[in-house]
């Protein structure tokens, strides 16, 4: 990323080639995908910290109102097969479902960047190791694996995030290994290392830096994809467990109601397509703002 | 923050300060594994630089230079022979050589790519001095950043700023002020001004000058430019195919080439001037044979105009000619000589 | 269409006040300010400058391929009697490779690495409508055996030729649809010095006197060796205009005679490296009056208003040049 004084320099120039630009002209894309996040971000906040009385609302059961159809007076979703409020349910679901996913990608993300930067700088053989341990974890399917190491630890919000992690890091790895071996061959980077630099110092100060936007853009799609297998598993009953309120578990209890009440499949089903479309959407924007730095830094 | 012009240089601005050897190269050799071969990249280059003199080896892409002075700089092992800084072996593990090293700094041939573009001046200066122990807080040296800025015509306000608000000539002073920080004996400068506008490699070159004379600074200049060299470096040793071909002063070496190369190259280099125009060009056929299986003799014989039956089986000596000189490796030195 | 039409009429470029700009925040930034110059067929011309003159913007005009956001604000170019700036993209691709001719600065990624060479050229052939392969075949060995090539080539690929090679394999392809203007763009600045000689030697001597060749080079000398005529830019305009020997015998520029003062030379008693103080003017920040006064030695009040290029045979743009 820019250094703060630059950025804020070319910020302020943008805001003012901005204002004498007509309207249609403005990036408009950029604008709304801008404000969609921001408003899930708050959203997101707002139920992981926020308000202690959403979670008594959530799992307030009322048989004599279960099952009401959207709309309805005081359930703006409408109830499910308890009576709980759905959209309460799902503003809860955020904590599982979103937490779930972007632990599982923090987690891919260690332990593919971390590989990733050891094979850039490590020996050869490093190298070659890390590339057979890339393979062979892409040789079987993650989601299966993911299964099995649930059932083997069982069931849990942890326990899936971690089962989801331990699979999915191989991306990252090879995004590092091959933007950070671009880096690495720079001049800049020779230039440290004959000057003594240590090799954390390179990685950290020159290597790093290099393929942060990369990565950025690498870990938005990637987190779109866990919070499918998150709420996948979840589905599968391999989630937090019975009652709560995870997406995929919503999903999975509307299914038993879907003659009776099929509307409770669309709340949990738009919420996850939402954040995976926001989020690649995001991963496409920090995509083209990479691919623009790159094309200024040439000329 | 414009460069201010200096004064021309003397036609020949040859203090022999001191006649202690700096560096001693002795028989190096440098190979590298290329799918199972080895290539040759230094074959048996032995030299010897002085305190205070300004070497420069000539030659084109693929003749090793930039091998050598990377073997010089410690960037790369060499197979065979040493490399002596001071009288310490370059290579030989151990403290000694962790000691000395900061004398011994490479400037690379194109200033941007060198220079982290994330990072302002001010922290590409401090990296190095940081790594070598120089101090343990930025503060203490940022005297030294100013004077040493001023010392090669830029201002303190540089310091602040990123690589890309300068120009190529700006950023080989800001290239040549990191290095300067750590206070090198032995400058190793790959090309150091054939990146540059015309108008802006004199400048440099000035620079190097009058930084070597207060510094007391030693130049290796690698370079393919004969008419430079000739009128920048004191010695000079030519290399073709991963060996010296011809070594002796700059001035002599490029006005009366013993070496059939020398001559060609000479001859190649275009030079704008009417009298240099009409005079008849040496045009070579082919290009380099491959280091990897370089050929045998003389390595030269295949583009050699002057090539005859010995020259394809036996190898001639780098050794001053009968009648006297410098040396060259050549068993027909002169022959092609002032065409 | 096919090229011998084309050809009825081979007279050559003559671009008339070019201007070359790109908008910038709705302003209007010059690069090219206003450049005059024509190359008749078997004339080759130097336009020399630094980095940032204009003068590889000006070449790739002439082609029609100025990068996106430049485009050609004034003047007009004319090659054949065609007029290139208002052409049509239709009528320009037949002018591209067909009535002019390109060759890079950088050999070794001008050629697509996945094709044989004899491909490459009958490609370039069929798209102007040489259809018989016989034709094909013969015109190829014509211009194979001038750049001192052998047939084989035709049967490698790219990566299997050296950078002298590939370098030579551009000059043929760009001669082998007999065009009138060639442009070569820094034509062996990829090249080493002997390699060079070569390549130079070749574009000054048979092959190229059938055609205009317009060479932007940032070296005087190299400029010598090919070119009988010599255009020096500066700040977007070109401030000196003559034969060769008119120019490096009397440079009438304080610019020229800076660049020649500031090339080394192998003559001890010639004065070489005297620095031009200052560096170069970049586009969008020239200086007001002759971009050339900041950094020149001998200004004058009049320096304040851009001098014109003026005089006979040999042009120069400055108040001070003395003219006879």
């Not at chain 2, 004398?103 to 990296?127: A, C, K, M, Y």
């Not at chain 2, 290009?287 to 299986?293: G, H, K, L, N």
């Not at chain 2, 045998?296 to 583009?303: D, E």
Request: charged letters at 20%.
């Amino acid at each position: 990323m820019s250094p703060v004084s630059a950025a804020g320099a070319a910020g302020e120039a943008k805001v003012a080639q901005a204002a004498r630009r007509p309207i249609a002209e403005w990036p408009w894309r950029r604008i709304i995908i801008v404000v969609a996040g921001v408003l899930t971000a708050i959203l997101v906040l707002f139920s992981v910290f926020g308000w202690g009385g959403l979670d008594e609302l959530a799992s307030r059961r009322d048989l004599s109102r279960r099952l009401l159809p959207p709309g309805t007076e005081g359930h703006l979703l409408g109830t499910d097969g308890l009576g709980r409020d759905t959209l309460m349910r799902l503003l809860v679901g955020t904590r599982y479902t979103l937490i779930i996913a972007a632990l599982a990608t923090a987690i891919a993300g260690s332990i593919g960047i971390g590989l990733g930067l050891l094979a850039v700088v490590g020996p050869a053989w490093v190298r070659a190791l890390v590339g057979r341990l890339v393979d062979l974890t892409i040789a079987f399917p993650s989601l299966v694996l993911a299964i099995v190491m649930v059932g083997i630890l069982g069931r849990g919000n942890l326990t899936l995030a971690i089962a989801l992690g331990v699979f999915y890091w191989p991306s990252f790895t090879r995004v590092t290994l091959a933007q950070g071996r671009g880096v690495e061959v720079l001049q800049y980077v020779s230039a440290a290392r004959l000057f003594g630099v240590s090799r954390l110092r390179i990685i950290l100060f020159h290597i790093l830096p290099g393929i942060a936007p990369t990565l950025s853009v690498v870990t938005a799609f990637q987190f779109a994809s866990l919070l499918i297998s998150t709420a996948g598993l979840s589905f599968l009953g391999l989630g937090p467990g019975l009652g709560v309120p995870e997406w995929g578990s919503m999903l999975a209890e509307a299914r038993a109601e879907m003659t009776r009440a099929p509307w409770l499949l669309i709340g949990p089903g738009l919420a996850i397509a939402w954040t995976v479309v926001l989020a690649n959407l995001i991963g496409d924007e920090l995509a083209a703002g990479t691919r623009a730095n790159r094309r200024s830094a040439d000329s | 923050m414009s460069a201010t012009g200096e004064a021309t240089l003397p036609p020949h601005p040859r203090p022999k300060t001191a006649t202690t050897p700096l560096l001693e190269v002795a028989g190096l050799h440098v190979t590298f594994p290329v799918g199972g071969r080895r290539l040759q990249a230094v074959r048996d280059v032995s030299l010897t630089i002085n305190e205070g003199a300004v070497f420069a080896i000539v030659g084109e892409s693929g003749c090793g230079k930039s091998s050598l002075v990377r073997a010089i700089c410690g960037m790369y092992q060499p197979s065979a022979g040493s490399v002596r800084f001071r009288g310490i072996d370059v290579h030989a593990p151990g403290e000694h050589w962790r000691q000395i090293r900061r004398g011994v700094q490479l400037l690379f041939q194109e200033p941007l790519p060198s220079l982290n573009p994330r990072h302002t001046i001010r922290r590409i200066f401090w990296e190095p001095m940081q790594a070598n122990r120089l101090a343990s807080d930025m503060r203490e040296v940022e005297a030294d950043m100013r004077a040493q800025l001023a010392s090669v015509g830029l201002g303190a306000e540089a310091l602040d700023r990123y690589p890309r608000d300068f120009s190529g000539g700006q950023l080989q002073r800001i290239a040549l002020a990191r290095i300067l920080l750590l206070k090198p004996q032995l400058i190793c400068a790959d090309e150091p001004v054939s990146a540059l506008d015309v108008s802006v490699q004199a400048q440099v070159v000035h620079l190097l000058e009058r930084l070597r004379v207060e510094q007391a600074l030693t130049y290796l200049i690698i370079s393919h430019d004969l008419p430079l060299v000739s009128r920048i470096a004191d010695r000079v040793a030519v290399m073709y195919l991963g060996e010296v071909v011809e070594t002796g002063p700059a001035d002599v070496v490029s006005r009366e080439p013993q070496h059939p190369y020398t001559a060609a190259l000479r001859s190649a280099t275009p030079v704008a001037r009417m009298d240099e125009l009409q005079r008849k060009r040496i045009i070579l056929k082919g290009e380099p044979p491959s280091p990897i299986d370089p050929p045998s003799g003389c390595a030269f014989h295949t583009r050699c105009p002057i090539a005859r039956a010995r020259c394809r089986t036996e190898k001639p000596a780098l050794q001053p000619p009968p009648g006297g000189g410098h040396r060259v490796a050549c068993h027909f030195p002169g022959e092609m000589g002032n065409a | 269409m096919d090229t011998a039409t084309a050809h009825g009429a081979r007279t050559g470029v003559v671009v008339e006040n070019l201007h070359i700009a790109h908008r910038k925040r709705g302003q209007l930034i010059e690069i090219v300010r206003g450049v005059s110059l024509s190359v008749a067929v078997g004339e080759r011309l130097a336009l020399v400058g630094e980095s940032g003159t204009g003068k590889s913007l000006t070449a790739r005009s002439l082609l029609g391929l100025l990068p996106p956001p430049t485009f050609v604000s004034a003047g007009s170019i004319r090659i054949d009697g065609i007029d290139v700036v208002g052409a049509s993209d239709a009528q320009l691709r037949r002018v591209r490779g067909g009535i002019v001719s390109f060759i890079p600065q950088d050999p070794m990624s001008a050629l697509n690495p996945v094709r044989r060479i004899g491909r490459i050229f009958d490609e370039v052939l069929v798209r102007h409508c040489v259809v018989s392969k016989a034709e094909r075949r013969d015109r190829i060995a014509h211009v194979l055996s001038g750049v001192g090539l052998q047939q084989v080539v035709l049967e490698r690929f790219p990566h299997q030729l050296s950078g002298g090679m590939k370098q030579r394999v551009l000059i043929a392809l760009a001669l082998v649809t007999e065009p009138t203007v060639i442009v070569a763009d820094e034509p062996t600045t990829a090249l080493d010095a002997t390699v060079q000689a070569e390549i130079l030697d070749m574009l000054s001597g048979q092959l190229a006197q059938k055609v205009a060749l317009l060479m932007i080079t940032h070296d005087l000398g190299v400029a010598a060796t090919v070119c009988q005529n010599i255009a020096i830019m500066y700040g977007g305009t070109i401030v000196e205009y003559g034969p060769i020997h008119s120019i490096l015998g009397a440079p009438g520029h304080p610019y020229t005679r800076g660049l020649l003062a500031a090339a080394p030379d192998f003559d001890p008693d010639r004065p070489c490296l005297v620095p031009i103080a200052g560096s170069p003017p970049v586009a969008g920040a020239f200086p007001p009056g002759c971009a050339f006064s900041p950094r020149c030695s001998s200004v004058g009040a009049r320096c304040q208003q851009e001098p014109a290029l003026a005089g006979g045979d040999h042009q120069i743009a400055c108040w001070f040049a003395s003219r006879s």
